[in-house]
């Protein structure tokens, strides 16, 4: 058995194997509702609702959505931050049969136009605040109606009182038009109970969206399996157990803020402290005041907060699981917050993960009792991985690099509209098996240990070596005066590329051209030449992507752009 699957050794009381019901994601919370129909289900900016309240709002909506029309296989279009609309619409839709495509609410018109048109959403539900970002495409797609929702929806009076005197009152008005919708006029609507729709759980059900393997946004396309089978594998890494409670900071428009952070909770009678806009004095408050057992989060989340005096000064004794995913987690970050963990009366590790919108999100993670450096941890159970010579489906042996491949029951059913993207991607090897071909660049390790090291499509050619910025980006964040670096390829007539950094410091005001030369000296030591950057920019903060990764494209681009060259789409 360890054979084909050397990292089991390394399980402890994680189960190799999970029971998987057949249910939609509806039935799945249902269930929760059921057994624990006075557990507290999630609690936003202090309105709370138990489970037994949480059913009876999803099916409330589901019998007003159903009213207006919607139906089985309908598409809509969330656009909503980690609020109880986001929740409640969610599971309404799932168990309507429809299919919710999310996004992220601060995309642009032109995003928003291009998402709605590619799920061919009939319906959208968005915040009022960025209906204009709606208004301004709608009548370019297939939108019928637009559900809008105020923030102050689900807070208390006075809290709500409080909101609008500060935000709300900013908010432009939204025009009359019959198309919009209020979320509190659609729930007071007198509409017929209905029942669930005869769904199968492994028909789409939701759609999420990834860069692919060429860079354009593909419409990754999951059901209620996917996700169901994603929450019990995350119970099982916790244990996640009925009443505790996560910090539901990664937004639900993401797999690992879906998946993770909202759905594993809400299948085993958890609560869900919702987070609907991200700063860390925000979660460092929220750790100190609701005491979550676990904390999911980007690395700059965990950055931000060990310097985070609220934070450094909290009780972290009630945290039992924190994890780390969608970037690089660098070694400083990682021994800087546990240290803040262990001296403020917590023992919990911050894990590091693996995983990718084509199976959810999370697929690997650091088991409790190991950590070796640069690993992203071992297969979730039920979860295969295996690392592939570049190219072929040849599996590479241990240590050589390849391409990252993964199996199991959380993978997509494939990009919508995209048979070649999808027939790219999933495929059977010779083993039988539908492998996830990830795009990702890695190795395994003799002990099935997964190493990360970047997506093919980044790679760097220089004077026709490859160079992968990873490499370079991890030597630059050892260094001791740098917070974060991106490393990426400018267009070189000598070399095709040459090797530019950004780095934003510890101390901006060392930046400077000492600090450029000592930098490239220590890269020097400590890289192979030709990985080794020519020029270094420091810059007191790198752009980031919406879910907190760097956002070297956007470096890239203005790259291109100071040279008058047009960037590659």
């Not at 105020?150 to 709300?168: E, H, Q």
């Not at 995350?234 to 797999?255: E, K, N, Y």
């Not at 040849?394 to 029951?409: D, K, L, W």
């Not at 050892?478 to 000598?494: K, N, Q, R, T, Y």
């Amino acid at each position: 058995m360890y054979e084909k699957k050397p990292w089991l050794k390394f399980y402890g009381d994680v189960p190799e194997s999970i029971h998987y019901p057949r249910l939609t994601m509806y039935d799945a919370v249902k269930n929760s509702a059921t057994r624990y129909p006075d557990y507290r289900a999630y609690d936003f900016l202090g309105r709370t609702a138990t489970y037994k309240e949480l059913l009876a709002e999803i099916d409330k909506c589901a019998d007003a959505l159903a009213a207006q029309g919607l139906r089985k296989g309908d598409r809509v279009t969330i656009a909503l931050p980690n609020t109880p609309h986001a929740v409640v619409s969610f599971y309404a839709l799932n168990k309507l049969g429809a299919i919710a495509s999310m996004i992220h609410p601060l995309s642009a018109p032109r995003e928003i136009a291009f998402y709605m048109k590619l799920s061919n959403s009939t319906w959208a539900i968005a915040l009022d605040a960025f209906y204009g970002r709606f208004g301004e495409i709608i009548q370019d797609t297939n939108a019928k109606r637009i559900l809008l929702t105020r923030i102050s929806d689900y807070l208390s009076p006075l809290k709500g009182f409080a909101y609008n005197l500060v935000t709300g009152r900013k908010i432009p008005p939204v025009p009359k038009d019959p198309m919009i919708l209020w979320w509190k006029d659609l729930l007071n609507l007198p509409a017929p109970t209905m029942e669930s729709a005869d769904l199968d759980p492994t028909d789409l059900a939701v759609i999420l969206y990834s860069g692919g393997t060429t860079g354009k946004p593909k419409a990754v396309m999951l059901s209620s399996m996917s996700f169901n089978c994603l929450g019990l594998q995350t119970i099982a890494q916790g244990p996640v157990r009925p009443g505790d409670s996560m910090l539901a900071v990664l937004p639900m428009f993401h797999g690992f803020g879906l998946g993770v952070c909202i759905h594993s909770m809400l299948m085993n009678g958890g609560e869900c402290i919702l987070v609907p806009r991200f700063t860390a004095d925000t979660v460092a408050s929220l750790i100190k005041s609701k005491r979550p057992h676990f904390v999911a989060g980007v690395p700059t989340l965990f950055d931000a907060l060990i310097s985070n005096p609220r934070f450094r000064t909290a009780d972290l004794s009630c945290l039992k699981g924190v994890f780390s995913g969608g970037d690089s987690l660098p070694r400083r970050v990682k021994d800087a917050f546990e240290a803040i963990v262990k001296r403020n009366r917590g023992t919990a590790q911050l894990r590091e993960g693996y995983g990718l919108a084509e199976a959810v999100s999370a697929c690997t993670v650091m088991p409790k009792t190991e950590y070796r450096e640069n690993s992203v941890g071992v297969p979730f159970s039920d979860m295969m991985a295996k690392v592939v010579k570049i190219g072929t489906e040849e599996e590479a042996g241990a240590g050589e690099e390849g391409e990252i491949c993964v199996s199991g029951p959380t993978v997509m059913l494939g990009y919508l509209n995209e048979p070649k993207e999808t027939a790219s991607v999933l495929r059977k090897h010779a083993d039988g098996r539908v492998w996830c071909h990830t795009g990702d660049v890695g190795s395994m390790d003799s002990d099935g240990f997964v190493y990360f090291k970047d997506r093919m499509k980044r790679l760097i050619k220089v004077s026709g070596f490859g160079v992968y910025p990873s490499q370079i980006e991890d030597a630059l964040n050892a260094h001791p005066d740098v917070a974060l670096s991106c490393a990426i390829g400018v267009p070189d007539e000598h070399q095709i590329q040459r090797i530019k950094a950004f780095v934003a410091l510890i101390d901006p005001s060392k930046g400077g051209p000492e600090m450029e030369r000592k930098l490239i000296e220590y890269c020097q030591k400590n890289l192979i030449k030709w990985s080794c950057p020519k020029e270094i920019e420091f810059r007191s903060e790198l752009p980031k992507t919406r879910v907190g990764k760097v956002a070297y494209k956007e470096l890239e681009q203005q790259e291109l752009e100071k040279l008058g060259r047009t960037p590659n789409r």
